[in-house]
């Protein structure tokens, strides 16, 4: 006797005369009635079917509260940006010549304590060259400054690092999402390395050079760069998590106006950017009129570095200038941008990113002139720096409401 299945039950199939199955007259094989499967076998078919018959379930979203962790994860990240700029501006970033994790935590108390400090300073080319007749309490304030702000690193830190290995153990982090987070604490680490590396250029003595003790332009732009991408990273992935896509129609105009923003937004990063090499060689100090450069358009030492590709880097003037035509170009960007979207039906968030953006640009190019026109005054000059995180800002945001919707 034969078993055979047939519609989820069993049939059986009788031996026939002559050795074969039997198949009736005609050779058909007659229709039996199915059997019934025993109990066990009967559940496990019916847990089988019930798994292929499932649709997929979709991933689970992830909570709003990731969104808002890292957007305040990017607020951080801003503070350790302005308190850089602002500990570079009053020279303060050389004063402590040492880098220990945990041990320089604990700032010094006692007077002795305070005095070994300063005589630490005083091995170093800034207090040789530029501050020998510092007196111990100057010698504080620059200290707590730099001080001031590698704690903040830490602190900034500490927000990536344990809400993520919280949210991780939660279960709360999709797997793009982990990669996205392992990625930004890497750069978190990689952000504080890069820091001292940079602080170390200011350190060494130099017996050919007889320009000021500071850090080199290049790892002072290595090290803004790094914050700025962690920080629009970190931005850009809150805004996602948070603001809900708008269903767009995917018209010719809609897909220019989003390249169009992307275009002005990676201006705008390359602007900011720029600004590492005016602060690493004081480029603002070498011409403060404007929109003239001295009583000259193009001023005569604009290529007097040779090779020629020197003078993008490390020539104060051809900084300057370059920073200038990119600061234009941002703005011109901006309100080129800001136009055409006035042709474009757009919903209210989205018009009022792109009427935003247009507002900070302008603000910022004031700003900009004004710290230019007052020989770089250093409240003035911070604030033209945040103005430059704000600007980033309002760009990620309307690129964030440019979004298609995925289908």
């Not at 503070?79 to 220990?100: C, I, K, N, P, Q």
């Not at 979207?341 to 989205?350: A, C, E, F």
Request: glycine share 8%.
């Amino acid at each position: 006797m034969l078993r055979a299945a047939r519609g989820g039950g069993v049939r059986l199939l009788l031996p026939a005369r002559g050795g074969g199955a039997a198949e009736g007259r005609g050779g058909s094989v007659p229709d039996l009635s199915l059997l019934p499967l025993p109990p066990l076998q009967r559940r496990l078919q019916r847990r089988l079917l019930q798994q292929v018959s499932r649709p997929a379930a979709p991933p689970p979203a992830t909570p709003p509260a990731v969104g808002r962790w890292l957007l305040a994860c990017s607020g951080a990240v801003a503070g350790a940006v302005v308190l850089g700029g602002v500990t570079r501006l009053t020279e303060s970033g050389l004063s402590m010549v040492d880098w220990h994790l945990v041990k320089e935590m604990k700032p010094p108390r006692t007077q002795q304590e305070w005095e070994a400090e300063f005589q630490k300073y005083q091995q170093f080319p800034e207090f040789k060259i530029l501050n020998h007749d510092m007196t111990l309490t100057e010698f504080k304030f620059i200290w707590y400054m730099e001080y001031s702000h590698r704690m903040w690193g830490r602190v900034v830190g500490l927000v990536y690092i344990l809400p993520a290995a919280y949210f991780w153990r939660k279960g709360w982090l999709s797997r793009p999402m982990k990669g996205c987070v392992l990625a930004l604490c890497s750069l978190v680490c990689f952000q504080g390395l890069l820091g001292w590396y940079m602080v170390k250029s200011g350190l060494e003595e130099k017996p050919d050079s007889y320009d000021i003790p500071r850090v080199s332009q290049y790892r002072l732009a290595a090290h803004l760069g790094s914050a700025l991408v962690l920080y629009s990273a970190s931005l850009w992935t809150g805004l996602s998590l948070l603001l809900p896509r708008h269903k767009l129609p995917e018209s010719h105009q809609l897909l220019r106006l989003r390249q169009f923003a992307h275009g002005t937004t990676a201006l705008i990063f390359l602007t900011a950017l720029s600004g590492a090499f005016v602060a690493g060689l004081d480029a603002g100090l070498v011409y403060n009129s404007f929109p003239k450069m001295g009583e000259r358009w193009i001023p005569d030492d604009l290529l007097a570095f040779s090779p020629v590709l020197r003078n993008i880097f490390e020539n104060p003037t051809t900084v300057q200038f370059d920073h200038r035509i990119l600061g234009i170009a941002s703005v011109t960007a901006v309100t080129a941008l800001y136009l055409f979207s006035r042709k474009i039906p757009l919903p209210r968030r989205t018009r009022m990113a792109v009427t935003s953006l247009l507002a900070v640009a302008c603000m910022q190019v004031g700003l900009g002139i004004s710290t230019l026109l007052l020989y770089v005054p250093t409240p003035l000059a911070a604030t033209h720096q945040s103005g430059s995180l704000a600007l980033l800002s309002m760009a990620l945001w309307l690129m964030s409401e440019l979004r298609r919707v995925p289908k």
